[in-house]
């Protein structure tokens, strides 16, 4: 947590196509953050868990007194399926008397906020590498949807004449030197 990452080890938990890589926090405020340092603080403190352990673990059931299943803890397994993970959304958002949200819904909305701040293709890039994509074209294409509405406005955007800063055009010129510089052609005035 001191580099505000998270790793996920394909050999221990299965991710999907197997792949083995550091996810580290978006940027959408420290309360989340926190939320993840109090929950690691409780499996390492309460449950004496180790970084080899699920930090999402499947919860623990048994038969009740009625012969029902009943959550009586957690284990240190990982689950197997998606279902209880959306189950415990489910309840979560009930509780808190909000419509539901699926987990992948977060997703969505962090490729939205990507596309939002992000300011350069390598911003993007690393943005989406951080969603567990290889290509960035995987986050363009499942989630790049633009609503119609704010397709119109970036349109009428691009249409509008762009105003280019001294500082953004002394770095394109300064870009522009270096390149022909290096392929050794000279300009005379």
Request: net charge positive; hydrophobic share 35%.
């Amino acid at each position: 947590m001191q580099d505000n990452s998270l790793f996920q080890d394909a050999r221990d938990i299965n991710t999907k196509f197997s792949k083995t890589f550091i996810t580290y926090f978006f940027p959408v405020g420290n309360e989340i953050r926190q939320i993840v340092v109090d929950w690691i603080n409780y499996l390492k403190e309460q449950k004496l868990w180790g970084n080899d352990d699920p930090l999402f673990p499947m919860t623990e059931l048994v038969l009740n007194k009625n012969h029902q299943f009943g959550a009586i803890g957690i284990k240190r397994k990982h689950w197997s399926t998606t279902a209880p993970i959306r189950n415990i959304f489910r309840k979560a958002f009930e509780n808190a008397g909000l419509p539901y949200f699926n987990p992948h819904s977060f997703r969505d909305t962090l490729v939205k906020l990507g596309e939002t701040i992000c300011n350069t293709p390598e911003e993007f890039k690393a943005w989406s590498q951080n969603m567990g994509h290889e290509g960035v074209m995987t986050t363009f294409l499942s989630y790049g949807q633009v609503a119609e509405h704010r397709q119109c406005e970036i349109l009428k955007q691009l249409a509008s004449p762009q105003k280019i800063s001294a500082t953004d055009l002394n770095e394109l010129v300064k870009c522009m030197m270096k390149q022909l510089r290096d392929a050794n052609i000279s300009i005379k005035p």
